[in-house]
T-cell receptor, first 116, second 111 residues
Framework: DSGVTQTPKHLITATGQRVTLRCSPR?????VYWYQQSLDQGLQFLIQ???????AKGNILERFSAQQFPDLHSELNLSSLELGDSALYFC???????????????FGEGSRLTVL | TQLLEQSPQFLSIQEGENLTVYCNSS?????LQWYRQEPGEGPVLLVT?????EVKKLKRLTFQFGDARKDSSLHITAAQPGDTGLYLC???????????FGAGTRLFVKA
């Protein structure tokens, strides 16, 4: 158990819909990262938050948005869903703040999104 | 574009064999991690290397960081079926905030 909690574990929805994925980082970790993992693209970095502020952005679509709340949990919002958005979405937290000493990440178990 | 290339992409071996997987980039890392991921689960951190030339051992697994901090290798001695999984390398580039992942090496160890 990494200490990172993600909900829901599984989600099935239709094209055009909107979903919200939730993540609680490990106790004491200020940074939250979101990754997308699909079969053909591996783990793709989406976005990072540190103590409520966006710190780094990766290949995140405009239809996707995220935020980190004062209690440090984070939500990833996916809208106007397309078939290609079906993937595993992982949240990770890191032991340090905005600039991890070593880049180590602790992952949740992921949310599997299926868009039909 | 910052890339981490892993090889081989897929490896199927018999129990007891040794194997090495590689992780390469043209850029310099401030640190590099190896993770193992099982189906339906999140990646689990195995090791972090930060110093060029560093070697770390974790039971039957040996991790090496290249002298120039651009590459790394993972060597498994006497592989067991329990070693089966997806091995991912990940790096934090010098001056960067985000951790980039390689595509992974999928290992299958047959009993």
């Amino acid at each position: 158990d990494s200490g990172v909690t993600q909900t829901p574990k599984h989600l099935i929805t239709a094209t055009g819909q909107r979903v919200t994925l939730r993540c609680s980082p490990r106790s004491g970790d200020l940074s939250v990262y979101w990754y997308q993992q699909s079969l053909d693209q591996g783990l793709q970095f989406l976005i990072q938050y540190y103590n409520g502020e966006e710190r780094a952005k990766g290949n995140i679509l405009e239809r996707f948005s995220a935020q980190q709340f004062p209690d440090l949990h984070s939500e990833l919002n996916l809208s106007s869903l397309e078939l290609g958005d079906s993937a595993l979405y992982f949240c990770a937290s890191s032991p340090r703040g905005n600039r991890p000493n070593t880049g180590e990440l602790f992952f949740g178990e992921g949310s599997r999104l299926t868009v039909l | 574009t910052q890339l981490l290339e892993q090889s081989p992409q897929f490896l199927s071996i018999q129990e007891g064999e040794n194997l090495t997987v590689y992780c390469n980039s043209s850029s310099v890392f401030s640190s590099l991690q190896w993770y193992r991921q099982e189906p339906g689960e999140g990646p689990v951190l195995l090791v972090t290397v930060v110093t060029g030339g560093e070697v770390k051992k974790l039971k039957r697994l040996t991790f090496q960081f290249g002298d120039a901090r651009k590459d790394s290798s993972l060597h498994i001695t006497a592989a067991q079926p329990g070693d089966t999984g997806l091995y991912l390398c990940a790096g934090l580039y010098t001056g960067g905030f985000k951790t980039i992942f390689g595509a992974g090496t999928r290992l299958f160890v047959k009993a």
